[in-house]
């Protein structure tokens, strides 16, 4: 809901001082979370909300830079004159087992070139991935495992100190 507002509040305060194009709306916005960061020292719930956005952004520029570069991964495995790949279907023990935190996991897993969630086992925790190049498995589970730890820092920012989901 505060998202909400500041982005609201944003695009009013551009359209207001005649910026109404998307750099004025850009500034807008960094102005008002400046102020929120400020205004957090006193207010935690501002707080809060200042390192959930800080957070959230950070998130969605390493996740589009893994998007990207397992696009190049992929098109460098189709282009090449002999096709190695070794296709595997993993199972991945999750941190934390809620069903909302576990299918928002596997569909930005799915959403990334080369790999795509399949099915998930509540009892003991594992969601099964299919990748497509599985011959150096250590480093497709440290990506699982950075993408999760993320995730989970993203989504628990937001948090009041001491409250669990």
Known sequence: MLFLIHLLTSAGLAWSLGAGHLGGALLAFALLYLSARLLGLAVQRLG??????????????????????ATYQVATLILARRIEVEPAVLAYPVTR????????????LTLTPGTLALDYDEEQGLLYIHTLDARR???????????????????????????TS
């Open 48 to 69: 809060r909300y200042a390192r959930s956005l800080e957070h959230g952004v950070g998130f969605c520029l390493w996740f589009i830079a893994q998007v990207f570069l």
């Open 97 to 108: 087992r809620e069903v909302d935190k576990v299918t928002l996991l596997g569909t930005l």
């Open 137 to 163: 498995r250590e480093d497709v589970i440290d990506i699982l495992i950075e993408l999760e730890r993320r995730l989970l820092a993203w989504l628990d920012a937001g948090k009041a100190e001491g409250a």
